[in-house]
């Protein structure tokens, strides 16, 4: 190899670096170490060089020990590269301690878990018969152990402890609840049991059940969604989890579904929350009055919601305390059992279980929560509702019997439905006509066929004449069992205690006489039935229990001058709502509906609230709340003119509808109302009652331009007769409004 000449790093210009390269130009480094080099820094270069010239001053053949060469580059940037190795070393020893740490906390959950589980399948102590001596069962070792003990458990986590696991579904909401968790909620949604067991407002929801619709409005007390006890399966705790993998795979990520997984242990609940919307709700939250109805004050919209709240109000729920749920006391809780009892025994067949108290005590709410437990255990019960102002499944005004065969969850409007029986009495109240009620409870009761428990629900009125009226629809329904309700505000009422029923008279029944005349009046209390001759058969007797009404505002009276109209109005809207086409998006107006055309000579009418001339009867009739009802006697048209009725008929009551218009030239009436073509047809009266359209139906109506139909601000109301509606003005001091 020849002589090359070394230059030192001093005083070496670009010449002297030109002539050094030609020099050794037998002598380059490899391709792969120059483009190493060139990413080094100014520095590392420098020191690079001063290397490379005493490597070829000492005669190293670079040619032939290209990877020596390449050494020496790679050593210059060594450093560095040891840095990042020694910094992903210690990141892979963190990650390999963390996973081990998860791990271990893993096992000793499920570990945990296995203890709880062999709790709840297993009794919790074993007696040991050796002499006199008892020592408690030792646990079981888990299965799959080879039989070694596990070494001390730690105590069970209290049940209920903790919030619910909310998770995002795909098309909803999938909330895992631990034993004896629950949730209170206000708004409406669509719940499916995934796994496990809850209870709703007294039902139980299995796995396997469809799904059920919910309203929680801020009328009523908030739903609560409750897991329960359920029986354990023969299963490992692995095997639970692979299952519910399987059950929530269609409905999540498979990130959340790894959380869901990871929060699972035995005696969990998994329900699946969706939005709920149908023609109905929309229909009704149309109106600006019942706008909030599920979503509370507009105040609170605008309030800022934390993450838990926003991923509820994704499926239109809103999460409240406990206290604003439905909770039984204690008296409540003895009559439920007491009466749960009697209608799966059915020793003397089949029990009639009426429920009377005041005003605002809580007789409908307890009535609903008895009716859900007893579907539980048998598949229907039948409900004979006597309350004219707060009907369950009616509009308003009737008197029906109803099987009811699905629970309950939501006030009256959510669920109107089809009745057994059903007779329109045209009033919120019978304080002008307690004959007529009773005759019309007598002819419903009538259909009742003993083939299913009976509740029956009695109005509010229960002072004067109403506890008289109350003494007279015991003797005639002959119930087996009646709860009584009262409260610290309200406790006038006497107890209806068998004896106290039997001797006291009614309204048009005689009770047992009392001391010497009981012999002399007894022959003609016995001899008749009929109530209008005074008296009726008196019953064996009935059970009498007794419940305190323990939540805020029982048995406050005032309370129902504004709440009870509101009510009757929402249960109103919610009939008129059946209205809606199921593919109606968006809802239709009532005034975009096609009316039914009914001929005057094909129905009769009759206006049962008041006296009215037949001049006036065809002004009374139009824009009128009506019953679509089936009379025993023959229509028959003797004029060009509508027929009228001289008199009240006790018959069935088809449906409902309003009258929209009425055409005296074609001579029929225009009929808003649900009622298929067919049962259209068994219609021949039209009955006019005291039952008023909600005054929102007429104020809102949208896309009507000028003056609205129906409405006027000037009327001469000096003509007999005439009379401005009654303006409720605490509608606007509402708390749901």
């Known amino acids: 190899m020849a002589d090359v000449m070394v230059y030192s790093k001093e005083g070496l210009s670009r010449l002297g670096w030109t002539r050094v390269r030609r020099a050794r130009s037998p002598l380059g480094v490899g391709r792969r170490a120059r483009r190493r080099a060139r990413s080094l820094t100014v520095g590392s270069q420098r020191r690079l060089r001063l290397r490379l010239q005493q490597a070829e001053a000492a005669g190293v053949a670079w040619l032939d020990e290209e990877d020596a060469a390449e050494a020496v580059v790679v050593g210059a940037e060594w450093s560095a590269r040891e840095k990042k190795a020694r910094k992903k070393k210690a990141r892979r020893r963190e990650r390999a301690e963390r996973e081990r740490r998860e791990r271990e906390e893993e096992q000793h959950c499920e570990e945990r878990e296995w203890s709880q589980l062999r709790q709840l399948r297993e009794p919790p ?21 080879g039989g070694e003990s596990e070494g001390p458990e730690e105590p069970p986590r209290a049940p209920g402890q903790g919030k619910p696991f909310l998770v995002r579904a795909k098309a909803g909401l999938l909330m895992l609840l631990s034993h004896a968790q629950s949730l209170t909620f206000t708004g409406k949604c669509r719940m499916t049991c995934l796994y496990g067991r809850v209870q709703v407002f007294g039902f139980i929801i299995s796995q396997g059940q469809p799904a059920y619709d919910l309203y929680s409005p801020h009328t009523i007390c908030a739903l609560t969604i409750e897991a329960i006890n359920y029986v354990m399966p ?140 007893l579907l539980n255990s048998i598949p229907c019960v039948d409900f004979l509702d006597c309350d004219l102002g707060q009907t369950e499944f009616t509009p308003p005004g009737c008197v029906s019997l109803s099987n009811v065969t699905d629970p309950i969850f939501g006030p009256p409007f959510t669920h109107q439905r089809k009745t057994r029986k059903m007779v329109f009495y045209g009033d919120s109240s019978c304080e002008d006509d307690c004959k007529k009620y009773t005759e019309i409870v007598k002819y419903v009761f009538s259909a009742y066929q003993r083939e299913a428990p009976l509740v029956i629900n009695t109005m509010g009125w229960v002072k004067g004449d109403g506890l008289l009226l109350l003494i007279d629809l015991i003797r005639m329904l002959a119930p087996t069992h ?155 048209q003797k004029t060009d003119g509508p027929i009228f009725l001289t008199d009240n008929p006790v018959c069935d009551c088809m449906g409902f509808g309003i009258i929209r218009g009425i055409s005296m030239v074609k001579k029929v009436y ?13 219609v021949n009266c039209l009955m006019i009652g005291n039952i008023t359209i909600p005054h929102c139906v007429f104020k809102t109506q949208p896309k009507i331009e000028g003056e609205i139909p129906y409405v006027t601000s000037e009327y001469n109301f000096s003509i007999w007769g005439s009379g401005k509606l009654r303006v409720r003005k605490l509608l606007q001091r509402r708390e749901y409004l």
Not at 127 to 142: F, L, S
Not at 596 to 615: C, E, K, N, Y
Request: charged letters at 20%; a negative charge; one cysteine or more.
């Open 234 to 373: 023969e299963k490992t705790l692995k095997d639970m989890k692979l299952e519910v993998r399987s059950l929530i795979r269609d409905h999540l990520s498979s990130a959340n579904a790894f959380h869901v997984i990871k929060q699972f242990s035995p005696m969990c609940s998994i329900v699946l929350l969706e939005s709920l919307e149908t023609p109905a709700t929309d229909f009704i939250l149309s109106y600006p009055a019942f706008s909030h109805l599920f979503s509370g004050k507009k105040q609170e919209l605008s309030s800022s919601f934390n993450l838990e709240q926003l991923t509820m109000s994704s499926v239109g729920i809103k999460k409240c305390e406990e206290e604003s749920g439905f909770h039984l006391s204690e008296s409540s809780i003895a009559a439920i059992e007491e009466l749960i009892t009697a209608c799966c025994e059915e020793i003397d067949g089949c029990p009639i279980i009426m429920a009377c108290g005041p005003k605002c005590i809580g007789k409908s709410t307890f009535n609903r929560y008895l009716i859900n437990q």
């Open 125 to 145: 102590t074993r007696r040991v018969r050796d002499g006199d001596a008892e020592e408690r069962a030792a646990p079981e070792p888990r299965p799959g152990a």
């Open 670 to 682: 225009y009929v808003l109302t649900p009622l298929s073509h067919e049962k259209l047809r068994n």
């Open 482 to 636: 009646i709860v009584q309700f009262s409260s610290e505000q309200c406790q006038d009422m006497p107890l209806l205690t068998p004896e106290y029923t039997a001797g006291m008279a009614g309204l048009q029944t005689k009770g047992k006489t009392k001391g010497k005349n009981r012999h002399l009046e007894s022959t003609e209390s016995e001899s008749s039935g009929d109530p209008d001759e005074g008296s009726q058969p008196h019953s064996a007797g009935h059970k009498l229990l007794l419940v305190q009404s323990e939540f805020s505002g029982a048995g406050v009276a005032q309370l129902t001058q504004w709440h009870s109209p509101v009510l009757r109005d929402m249960a109103l809207l919610g009939y008129l709502a059946l209205l809606q086409p199921p593919e109606a998006k968006p809802f239709l107006p009532l005034h975009h509906l096609v009316p039914f055309q009914i001929p005057f000579g094909s129905v009769a009418l009759r206006v049962i609230h008041t006296d009215v001339a037949p001049t006036h009867t065809m002004y009374t009739v139009n824009a009128s709340w009506i019953g679509l009802c089936r009379i025993l006697e023959d229509v028959k």
